[in-house]
């Protein structure tokens, strides 16, 4: 079983930053893609970011390339989400996600094993 725990949610102007976490512990953290997917109000979960084990492979949706970046330190089992000139239309609860099935970046949550409890991040206009 893998736990995981976002923060650094909030709320942010547009234009600004914001860094989001997510802490892992359980099973061993390295061997697992890991993902970041988003769901606003009405919406449906969303693909944001994904990252492979080893970090060398990474996946964007096309509405955060440029803005986002994904990373992650297996040393102390985080991954990272940096989001950048951010809008109002990024406003969605976050949420981390661990894929245990694959070695590269996948879009679909279905592919995803474990999810944490999400993280809010909103952005005015």
């Known amino acids: 079983q893998v736990q995981l725990v976002e923060s650094g949610g909030g709320l942010v102007q547009a234009g600004g930053s914001l860094r989001l976490s997510c802490a892992t512990s359980?099973?061993?953290?390295?061997?697992?893609?890991m993902g970041w997917f988003r769901q606003a109000p009405g919406k449906e979960r969303e693909f944001v970011a994904a990252?492979?084990?080893?970090?060398?492979?990474?996946a964007y949706a096309d509405s955060v390339k440029g803005r986002f970046t994904i990373s992650r330190d297996n040393a102390i089992n985080t991954v990272y989400l940096q989001m950048n000139s951010l809008k109002p239309e990024d406003t969605a609860v976050y949420y981390c996600?661990?894929?245990?099935?694959?070695?590269?970046?996948?879009?679909?949550?279905?592919?995803?094993?474990?999810w944490g409890q999400g993280t809010q991040v909103t952005v005015s206009s």
């Open positions: 996600a661990a894929d245990s099935r694959t070695s590269s970046p996948r879009s679909s949550w279905l592919e995803y094993d474990y």
């Open positions: 359980g099973r061993t953290f390295s061997p697992y893609t």
């Open positions: 990252i492979s084990w080893r970090g060398t492979i990474t």
